[in-house]
Structures are given as C-alpha cells and as structure tokens.
C-alpha cells in the first residue's frame, strides 16, 4: 500500500515517468539518500518529507513485531502448536476433552495424572499459547461442534469424548456428531439443566455429569454427613493424607496369581492395599468381596491404597512390570 501510493504520487502528481516513480520511490523508502531525478515540487517535498517519516514508523514497527516473535516467545509458542498439531496425528486410544474450562481443567490434569494420553479441543487461541509456553498439552484450535475439528482431533481413533463446554446445546450437538463419527467412543457430556439429560442420553452419551447438582449436594453434606466428605475428599486427592482409588482388571494378573483366591492372593499383607470392592459381570459390583472369591474374565478390583503402595501392587501382582 505504502509503495503503491508513492509511486502513484511521483508517477501523476509530478510527472515522472512510472520507471523514474518506482526509483523515485525505493530511494525514499530505503532512505539511502541518492538525489532527485527531477527537482520536485514544493508539495512534492512536502509529500517525500512525511513519506519518509511514515515509512519508518512502519519499519520501526515491523522491527518490534518481529522481535517479539522471535524474542518474546510468540514464535515458540506458533511453533509449539505446530508441533502439538503433528503430535496428534499419531494418537490413538486417546481422550478429546473438549473445552479447556474450569471441567475440563480438572479432567486434563486426572488424565495427566494417570498418564492417559489427551488432547484439549479450545477455541480461545489466546488461552491455547499461554497455556503450552507452561504445560505439556495438545491442544487443537477450533469449534468442537464441527465435524472437521474432531477429526483433526483423530475422533476415528480415540476411545472416549469428554465434552465440557458451558452450554448444554453445544454439549448435545458434540455427542451427536460424535457418536456418528465413532459409534465405539465412550462418552462423558456435562448437563447443566435438568431437562438436557434426557436429550445426552438420546443422543448417544454413555455418562452424564451435572457438576452443579453435585456441588450443591455435597454443600449440604458438609453439614449432614462431614465426615463422609472428609472421607471422599482423602480419596480425591484434596486431603494432605492423600489415598488413591484403583482398578485393576483381571487380566492384568501374572498368570500365577489368576486363578487364586482374594485370601490366597494376600494383597493387604503383602502390599498394604485394601480391597474395598470387586466388579463382576454377572453380578455387578459387590462391595467388601469374600476372601475366598476368584476374580473371572473381565472382573474388575476396585483397590485403596497410599500411591506407593498402590505402585508395589502392580510390581507384585502385575504382569506388565
């Protein structure tokens, strides 16, 4: 634009001939002070004088974009996105979570915690680069409601879609559009109103979270039922005598511990982790099993447990450490 106006004005206002008005026009922006092909006129000095001045404030403020790109950490951050991009093309079995809220905040860091592999579908991009300069996330920039932004996401291979957003339509229309994307994907949708639980359900979420009925239920506990919350806050991690909830699946086992019983496996003797509950089947969940119970094919421990010790039960018993 800058260019174009200078040579438009040496070219028409002063006669120059469009050759001579290019020149005329790269010397005075590149200030290398070569003199005038024609003398110009008093309104033609007055027009180079604040043409020169204007373009180097252009190029003064070129030089200090550039430089925070570059020094500022603009750059890296661009790049690291880039990155987060190529990094997510090779994911699989992993978990979109959708929206990068105080919900989705919370889940990032679980996944993180159980090293699950993630990536965060956001459409703040100014949230995106202050979040990666500080955190080891994928993110993806866009709409989590369009279909090209999951499968930028690798929908067709993940194994589950948390979806966090704050309004309850967006939430319905993302299970939707992904239940159609992959019919096997696992499904957690956040519900705000009462009446959009019917429609997840609908279409096509395999669990529903309604974080606002559960802060209000467990206000009112805090007063009816106090240490039960005390209780429940040492299992997630919001006591300072933090315990861990574990599961453990059957098939997880060392072969030589498969076909044994709860007492003849010892788990609280040797490990000091509690059996709290184990998950069949046939018969669901059955709390406080019997010591002379067998775990089948896709049972499930539900173990409780200090996270050492949690950690020194899967050296013991499982056949992947």
Do not use: W
Not at 184 to 190: D, L, S
Not at 222 to 250: A, D, Q, R, W, Y
């Amino acid at each position: 634009m800058s260019i174009t106006t200078g040579v438009c004005f040496y070219h028409f206002y002063e006669d120059y001939s469009f050759i001579d008005a290019v020149y005329m026009t790269a010397i005075t922006i590149s200030t290398v002070g070569y003199s005038e092909i024609n003398e110009l006129s008093p309104e033609g000095r007055m027009f180079t004088s604040v043409y020169v001045f204007f373009n180097l404030m252009v190029f003064a403020f070129s030089i200090s974009t550039l430089t925070a790109y570059l020094f500022e950490g603009e750059f890296k951050k661009i790049y690291k996105i880039f990155m987060i991009g190529m990094d997510v093309k090779k994911l699989k079995n992993h978990v979109i979570v959708c929206g990068y809220g105080r919900n989705g905040v919370k889940a990032c860091e679980e996944l993180a915690n159980s090293n699950t592999d993630f990536v965060v579908i956001e459409n703040n991009q100014e949230l995106i680069k202050e979040t990666v300069n500080s955190n080891k996330i994928n993110f993806i920039y866009g709409d989590a409601t369009l279909d090209e932004t999951l499968h930028s996401a690798q929908i067709q291979h993940a194994s589950a879609i948390i979806t966090t957003l704050p309004r309850d339509a967006e939430n319905v229309f993302i299970t939707l559009t992904a239940r159609e994307l992959n019919p096997e994907i696992n499904i957690i949708a956040r519900a705000h109103e009462e009446n959009t639980e019917k429609k997840l359900t609908r279409a096509g979420a395999n669990h529903i979270v309604k974080p606002d009925t559960l802060g209000g239920m467990t206000m009112a506990m805090l007063i009816t039922k106090p240490v039960v919350i005390e209780f429940l806050e040492l299992l997630n991690g919001m006591s300072h005598n933090e315990m861990v909830l574990e599961e453990f699946n059957h098939s997880e086992f060392k072969d030589e511990f498969k076909e044994l019983t709860l007492r003849e496996l010892d788990i609280r003797k040797k490990t000091n982790v509690m059996v709290i509950g184990l998950k069949d089947n046939n018969k669901g969940f059955i709390f406080t099993p019997s010591s002379a119970m067998k775990m089948k094919d896709d049972s499930y421990l539900i173990l409780l447990g200090k996270e050492e010790n949690i950690e020194k039960f899967k050296k013991v018993y499982s056949r992947e450490e």
